[in-house]
């Protein structure tokens, strides 16, 4: 990311309402791209890596905890926020133990959505920082 460019924000969901909710949230803001399923969220990562991830947790094709294993193993900078329809204490432990910087249980509001990615971005930000120190 640099500062002359948009982060950049992927968000896969396989809900068009959902993924089109987020975008128009974030889209004044960021480079905001979707896709549906965690194989397509793969393929563009391996495309155009993004700053941040909105990955919803349980969709068909790949599921989440895999999709989040391995953007994390292949893109450790980014930073991934896992959003889910089933919250669960197990899933947010799993979610955290693969990587993800946070955690949210839907429905999720605009608000919350530019909130997360904002944060989300500090904790790239800062992470980068003190890789340089």
Request: charged share 30%.
């Amino acid at each position: 990311m640099t500062n002359t460019n948009k982060a950049r924000v992927l968000v896969v969901d396989d809900e068009q309402v959902v993924r089109l909710g987020y975008l128009r949230s974030l889209a004044a803001d960021y480079d905001t791209w979707t896709a549906s399923d965690g194989e397509e969220a793969l393929q563009e990562m391996e495309r155009r890596p993004a700053d941040v991830v909105l990955l919803d947790l349980r969709r068909p094709g790949a599921q989440g905890p895999e999709v989040l294993k391995a953007m994390k193993q292949k893109w450790p900078e980014t930073e991934v926020v896992v959003v889910t329809g089933y919250p669960s204490v197990d899933s947010a432990k799993d979610a955290v133990r693969l990587g993800a910087g946070d955690y949210l249980a839907k429905p999720v509001g605009p608000c919350e959505i530019i909130d997360v990615t904002r944060n989300a971005l500090a904790r790239k930000q800062w992470t980068l920082r003190t890789q340089l120190n």
